[in-house]
């Protein structure tokens, strides 16, 4: 006779852990001591700050024994799987979203490429996942693939997670540190960008809230710049008119970086994205909205 399934549950913090056994195969306290635990799974989670930090999350969380992990776009809860049945289940990362009943895969790719490039964090292409109607991704860190789900449970995209290996580091943290303390007024701006890019970099992001900076190259490689000052507060509106003649005061040289950072975050600019590949900065609002994008002149 077969006896029922039996399941416990340990409740820690806003994280359970869920162990399944059986008259035939139950979980051992050893076994359960090699299993990972909710401290390793925050800690490789809090070293996420976008999309080009994926690979390395994905070897992080199999190095310590997770063998895939299921996320709910409605509320961002996850379940990480591991050997033997073991289960680690979160609670909520959000207040619930609505998933579209409608795919749009087109637009999901072109979601999914911008992240895995930094330009979103989790939270963002949760939502942006949500609006092209995925239900939940599930990450296997076997095959090393993520497959996307709508509503009603098909596979809408299966994805190749980027090995992480092979980002090899043509550009540093400190080189780019170094070039960009050249800059003294944005007359420098294009002799800037020349130079960067002749190092590997294709696009860059700087924050104005305090002056960080990811400087992105080839195979989702990433360099990141800390803080550079105090942090400031963003204004909630734009004001194009004031940022517009702005600008054209610091690319002229009438104004120092410091000072332009102050007018970019008063005239409700929170960051800028230079592209190498169309020679384009793009400035961007609290909301996500394309400001202004201008073209980088090529002396």
Same mark, same amino acid.
């Given at each position: 006779?077969?006896?029922?399934?039996?399941?416990?549950?340990?409740?820690?913090?806003?994280?359970?852990?869920?162990?399944?056994?059986?008259?035939?195969?139950?979980?051992?306290?050893?076994?359960?001591?090699?299993?990972?635990?909710?401290?390793?799974?925050?800690?490789?989670?809090?070293?996420?700050?976008?999309?080009?930090?994926?690979?390395?999350?994905?070897?992080?969380?199999?190095?310590? !024994?997770?063998?895939?992990?299921? $996320?709910?776009?409605?509320?961002?809860?996850?379940?990480? &799987? !591991?050997?033997?049945?073991?289960?680690?289940? @979160?609670? %909520? /990362?959000?207040? %619930?979203?609505?998933?579209?009943?409608?795919?749009?895969?087109?637009?999901?790719?072109?979601?999914?490429?911008?992240?895995?490039? *930094?330009?979103?964090?989790?939270?963002?292409?949760?939502?942006?996942?949500?609006?092209?109607?995925?239900?939940?991704?599930?990450?296997?860190?076997?095959?090393?693939?993520? @497959?996307?789900?709508?509503?009603?449970?098909?596979?809408?995209?299966?994805?190749?997670? %980027?090995?992480?290996?092979?980002? $090899?580091?043509?550009?540093?943290?400190?080189?780019?540190?170094?070039? &960009?303390?050249?800059?003294?007024?944005?007359?420098?701006?294009?002799?800037?960008?020349?130079?960067?890019?002749?190092?590997?970099?294709?696009?860059?992001?700087?924050?104005? /809230?305090?002056?960080?900076?990811?400087?992105?190259?080839?195979?989702?490689?990433? +360099?990141?710049? %800390?803080?550079?000052?105090?942090?400031?507060?963003?204004?909630?509106?734009?004001?194009?008119?004031?940022?517009? +003649?702005?600008?054209?005061? &610091?690319?002229?040289?009438?104004?120092?970086?410091?000072?332009?950072?102050?007018?970019?975050?008063?005239? *409700?600019?929170?960051?800028?994205?230079?592209?190498?590949?169309?020679?384009?900065?793009?400035?961007?609002?609290?909301? !996500?909205?394309?400001?202004?994008?201008?073209?980088?002149?090529? /002396?």
């Amino acid at each position: 006779m077969i006896k029922p399934i039996l399941k416990s549950t340990i409740i820690l913090s806003n994280l359970s852990i869920m162990i399944a056994c059986n008259s035939t195969n139950c979980l051992t306290i050893k076994n359960q001591e090699k299993m990972f635990t909710v401290d390793q799974i925050k800690e490789k989670l809090m070293q996420v700050k976008t999309g080009a930090d994926f690979p390395l999350l994905a070897i992080n969380l199999k190095n310590i !024994g997770v063998t895939y992990y299921e $996320t709910k776009m409605k509320d961002g809860r996850n379940v990480y &799987h !591991g050997e033997n049945g073991f289960e680690l289940l @979160t609670g %909520p /990362n959000y207040e %619930p979203m609505t998933v579209a009943d409608i795919v749009n895969l087109e637009q999901l790719k072109v979601d999914i490429t911008n992240h895995q490039q *930094g330009k979103s964090n989790y939270f963002e292409i949760s939502r942006k996942c949500a609006d092209n109607g995925i239900e939940k991704w599930v990450v296997s860190l076997i095959t090393m693939t993520c @497959t996307y789900f709508d509503k009603e449970g098909n596979k809408v995209w299966i994805e190749q997670i %980027p090995d992480s290996s092979i980002q $090899t580091p043509t550009f540093t943290a400190e080189q780019l540190m170094a070039t &960009h303390s050249k800059v003294k007024s944005g007359a420098d701006f294009p002799s800037y960008i020349k130079e960067i890019k002749a190092m590997g970099v294709t696009h860059y992001e700087t924050y104005v /809230n305090d002056g960080h900076i990811n400087y992105y190259g080839e195979n989702n490689y990433v +360099a990141k710049v %800390p803080a550079k000052y105090e942090t400031m507060t963003i204004a909630e509106n734009s004001n194009m008119e004031v940022f517009k +003649a702005e600008l054209l005061a &610091h690319q002229h040289g009438k104004t120092d970086f410091l000072t332009f950072i102050k007018m970019c975050a008063e005239t *409700g600019i929170e960051k800028w994205d230079v592209c190498m590949d169309k020679m384009t900065c793009t400035y961007y609002d609290k909301e !996500g909205n394309e400001i202004l994008v201008e073209e980088i002149p090529q /002396n």
